[in-house]
């Protein structure tokens, strides 16, 4: 993981007279509404990703009543702006003069952002010029700005796998035509690649229709400004340019609900604030900083919630650090009665504040003398029902099953995206979980099938095996009358990866009266809530 840190070079106390003169001279130093103004940062969130996919995509873009929209792009000559209510963007597929060979050379594909984050710093480390990105899962490609011709990416590749790195691939795509995006005014059809949006009361209203983000076509009201600009993948992405404080309102209340305790509230949207603090390098190589949905944070436009709206106030400019760094604000929906460590899930360096909690405000159970590794202890502690912070929820405990053909199905799928011969898999003859963490959850899963020995880690299993809704699961196997081997139970618990902040387990906490600092020190101890300021280091790129 390559770290950047961005600390100030004074602070109040330690500052002679005469340097903080001379700081205050040449515009160094952040007077304290300096510091709040840029602690309300602009932040560039994807809200739309894939943006001229198919023909069929539409975005409506609109005024609120009363307000016009102004559109700006670049021309031969310089820059042109347009007026109006409303525009509706659309997309045409334009014939390539000469079919274009598109290569990209993947060196790895993960489930996770954080998988893909550490396997990216390893090649960094061997030398090799790389860059994260998201065209489905998440995927680290050698860098296309160094490897720029199909000669040096092929001499990489054949270095690569003669050196034993035998899952590299090329992915190849021939383009006879490109999606462009236009819009149509005054009898004009205009053709653009970026479209700068900006509306006089900065509000614009966004009808997304057709687009593989949503389903349903549905309105949204972001503040601040939009750009349509082209991504990484030969399509486009709507950005919202947006002062993070306004963001965490459209975050909190479609991540936590609208209807949670107070201290719960707070505690999310401390943790929101964090996390897009810390992760704003996550989408370098499309030109923007966050997406808006559970890749990220679930970021759906500004709408007026009082409740979460009165939280985000009460901690506006509030981060959650330890040692002064901005921590891994990591949250999920339901442990399932204990959290997992950081590398349960993921590789990397350990967080010394994302270890293993017992999601019970009472002493229900102790894993210091009853490891969860152990299958007995597991078996036992996923047959208690009482107790927890979580209890009732639906996804606290639940089974899912599926037949051995099921499973043969969900792998051929998850290897063919991943372009391995495990592919070509037609029977399964045994599952059985290898290898568990402290916390219960699965570190390893080993299946047997007609084409070997496949060995599955972590938060690939979810991936993989489709049905589990985290990773805290054992097997049950199910039989034929004729004792022939059907498919498997699934029995587990939890929802989400599990790591750090349980969210329906702080709205129990916070209803037993415990306060939002309480509440994150719970999830993550040694932790401490700080304002942001000189002191406090991102640690990350």
């Known amino acids: 993981m390559q770290t950047k840190i961005y600390k100030k070079y004074f602070t109040h106390k330690l500052i002679p007279i005469t340097i903080l003169i001379t700081a205050l001279l040449l515009g160094l130093y952040k007077r304290p509404a300096e510091a709040l103004e840029e602690s309300n940062r602009l932040l560039k969130i ?3 990703q894939r943006f001229g996919t198919k023909t069929t995509d539409k975005i409506t873009l609109r005024a609120t009543p009363g307000d016009k929209l102004t559109l700006s792009f670049k021309t031969p000559v310089g820059k042109e702006t347009l ?5 509706e963007l659309k997309i045409k597929m334009r014939p390539q003069e000469k079919a274009l060979l598109k290569e990209r050379l993947i060196l790895s594909s993960h489930r996770s952002y954080e998988n893909a984050e550490e396997d990216a710093q390893l090649w960094k480390n061997k030398g090799i010029e790389v860059e994260v990105t998201q065209p489905g899962r998440w995927k680290v490609w050698a860098k296309r700005e160094v490897y720029k011709t199909p000669l040096l990416r092929r001499w990489l590749l054949e270095s690569l796998q003669a050196n034993s790195n035998t899952n590299v691939y090329l992915d190849l795509e021939v383009l006879k035509q490109r999606p462009t995006a236009y819009w149509e005014m005054n009898g004009y059809t205009y053709h653009r690649h970026e479209l700068d949006i900006t509306a006089g009361k900065d509000i614009i209203l966004v009808n997304n229709q057709f687009n593989q983000d949503t389903a349903i076509p549905e309105e949204r009201r972001y503040a601040g400004s939009l750009k349509l600009q082209p991504n990484a993948y030969g399509s486009y992405t709507l950005v919202n340019n947006i002062p993070i404080e306004t963001y965490i309102r459209g975050v909190v209340p479609h991540e936590l609900g609208a209807w949670p305790p107070k201290a719960s509230l707070e505690a999310q949207a401390i943790l929101a604030r964090t996390y897009a603090l810390r992760n704003l390098h996550r989408f370098v190589a ?4 966050l997406c808006a949905n559970t890749h990220c944070q679930v970021y759906k436009g500004l709408d007026v919630y009082p409740e979460t709206d009165e939280a985000v106030a009460a901690t506006r400019g509030k981060v959650l650090t330890y040692e002064d760094e901005l921590i891994d604000a990591v949250y999920f929906a339901v442990s399932g009665g204990v959290t997992a460590d950081f590398n349960d899930l993921w590789n990397g360096t350990e967080r010394p504040y994302l270890r293993p ?3 019970s405000a ?4 102790d894993l210091s003398t009853n490891s969860l590794a152990d299958e007995q202890n597991f078996r ?5 029902q009482t107790g927890f912070n979580e209890e009732g929820w639906i996804e606290f405990r639940w089974r899912e099953v599926v037949s051995l053909p099921g499973i043969v199905s969900y792998l051929k799928s998850y290897f063919r995206e991943k372009k391995s011969p495990f592919a070509q898999i037609e029977t399964v003859k045994n599952v059985e979980v290898t290898e568990r963490s402290l916390a219960g959850r699965v570190l390893k899963m080993t299946v047997e099938t007609d084409k070997g020995i496949i060995d599955l880690n972590k938060d690939e299993v979810q991936n993989a095996f489709w049905v589990p809704w985290s990773t805290l699961f054992y097997l049950d196997p199910i039989y034929k009358p004729d004792k022939t081997l059907w498919g498997y139970s699934f029995v587990g618990g939890g929802f989400g990866h599990g790591v750090g902040f349980s969210q329906k387990g702080s709205i129990k906490l916070a209803e037993l009266g415990w306060s939002s600092d309480r509440i994150l020190s719970f999830y993550f101890p040694g932790t401490e809530i700080q304002p ?4 406090v280091t991102f640690g990350q790129k």
């Open 46 to 48: 994807g809200v739309i």
């Open 83 to 87: 007026t109006t209510e409303k525009v």
């Open 286 to 289: 499309d030109n923007y900083e």
């Open 357 to 359: 909690v017992v999601d």
């Open 362 to 365: 009472n002493n229900i159970w």
């Open 380 to 384: 036992k502690f996923m047959s208690l």
């Open 532 to 535: 942001l300021s000189e002191s």
